[in-house]
């Protein structure tokens, strides 16, 4: 049995879906420090002062989407209540009940759908007029008059979010001034690769994803969450000025544990709130409820496989290492050879030994947390996801030991 405490270092992954997402982590990170664990982050003083002890923390922080949003949080120094606060200021009856008794904290600015939602500008503003004056792209069928009249890259961008970083949120844009490690993922628009930003060498490269270390903090959180068609794809220039459009960070991959393994985890964490409903007495059968909750279920089931899949090849990966290594051993065979094919192996398979991995998702019966709407920022819808996050974290850490 692998004990919590014996780990080294250790990384949280927090995968995208909007405000219901973020609440959700909000209430796995709760969880996580009711077991013991502290969140670190800062500037590298404020992370030597204040946690110098290693045991059960958490400095290596990688999110996507939503995910970037409490992660960029987190790796700032911010605690969880004045997360929590700047998304609710405190007014629900339960998220008090988190924050009752506690030391006061530094309260970041509210989060308003003005800085989550601001209006794609002229795009959006010249849509219809263009359709209107362009009547001969009716004759190309329906596909020509998609392609033609809906020349809008988004009905938002997420240009809000990156002000509200830069201006009410960080010290220093940047994540070389960070006493923690921070990973963001986002999406090359024009190009088929993953993107993860962060404080990295010009030197590191691995095929088919893109090391970046030309944004600020601001910007990649901006980029990440750019959720198509909702958000424009966003913008930022490298260090040759280019201009590069990026967009949401799970379009490649849903769950990026291996960022956080490649940056020398050997415990990663990782939180997503993409459960497909099944059926409970209660809501009944899903095509009583329209479309929207229909195509949420088909998505949800698509995730739920690509992160299946993900977790099924870390563990068959594992097997097979293991299955070397006993045969070698079973065998009497030369240790040399032995850990030289077993280096060979995890190097071609980017295998990294030692680490373990914890997944925290809601309960498929939990048709609260399918229902509940993904951009709300209603106190009460605010609390129960909270208190899901809270509860699947709690199910899933009784397994372990300290």
Same mark, same amino acid.
């Given at each position: 049995? /692998? ?9 949280? @992954? ?13 209430? @796995? ?39 970037? @949003? %409490? ?6 120094? +911010? ?66 008059? @998609? ?17 509200? &970083? ?8 940047? *994540? #070389? ?33 893109? +090391? #970046? ?11 990440? #969450? ?20 990026? &967009?949401?960070?799970? %379009? ?18 990782? !939180? ?16 009583? +409820? ?20 993900? %977790? ?5 990966? !594992?097997?097979?290492? !293991? ?45 609260? /947390?399918? *229902?509940?709407?993904? &951009? ?11 208190? !899901? ?7 899933? /850490? ?5």
């Amino acid at each position: 049995m /692998m004990r919590l405490s014996d780990k080294k270092r250790i990384a949280l @992954v927090l995968s995208g879906g909007g405000i219901k997402a973020a609440a959700f982590h909000l209430g @796995v990170c709760l969880a996580l420090r009711e077991k013991g664990f502290k969140f670190a982050g800062g500037s590298p003083e404020d992370v030597h002062m204040k946690y110098e002890d290693d045991r059960l923390t958490f400095k290596i922080y990688v999110g996507s989407s939503a995910g970037s @949003v %409490i992660s960029a949080f987190l790796a700032s120094g +911010y605690s969880i209540e004045s997360i929590i606060d700047a998304f609710e200021r405190g007014s629900a009856t339960d998220l008090k009940r988190f924050t009752k008794g506690l030391k006061p904290f530094a309260r970041l600015k509210p989060i308003t759908y003005r800085d989550m939602f601001a209006l794609n500008g002229g795009n959006f503003v010249s849509f219809i007029p263009n359709v209107m004056r362009r009547r001969s792209i009716m004759t190309g069928g329906l596909e020509a008059l @998609v392609k033609n009249g809906f020349k809008i890259n988004g009905l938002f961008t997420t240009k809000g979010i990156e002000r509200y &970083f830069r201006t009410q949120v960080l010290r220093e844009n940047s *994540f #070389a001034s960070l006493g923690v490690e921070l990973y963001i993922i986002a999406t090359q628009l024009n190009h088929s690769r993953k993107v993860v930003f962060g404080n990295f060498p010009e030197t590191h490269k691995i095929k088919s994803i893109k +090391y #970046a270390n030309f944004a600020t903090i601001s910007d990649a959180v901006a980029a990440s #969450a750019s959720l198509p068609p909702v958000f424009a794809p966003y913008g930022i220039r490298n260090q040759k000025g280019k201009e590069l459009f990026f &967009f949401d960070g799970e %379009i490649r991959e849903t769950l990026s544990t291996h960022v956080a393994a490649d940056a020398g985890a050997d415990l990663v964490i990782a !939180s997503y709130s993409h459960q497909p409903y099944h059926y409970t007495p209660v809501m009944g059968s899903l095509h009583n +409820y329209g479309i929207p909750l229909i195509i949420n279920q088909a998505l949800y089931q698509v995730i739920e496989q690509k992160i299946a899949k993900h %977790i099924e090849h870390q563990q068959q990966i !594992s097997a097979i290492m !293991s299955a070397v290594d006993g045969y070698f051993r079973q065998q009497g065979l030369p240790d040399e050879h032995r850990e030289k094919l077993l280096d060979i192996l995890a190097k071609r398979v980017n295998y990294k030994p030692g680490v373990d991995y914890i997944y925290i998702h809601p309960s498929p019966q939990d048709h609260e /947390m399918f *229902f509940v709407d993904h &951009f709300s920022l209603n106190p009460e819808i605010l609390g129960r996801i909270v208190h !899901s996050g809270f509860r699947a974290a709690l199910q899933v /850490m009784r397994k372990f030991d300290l």
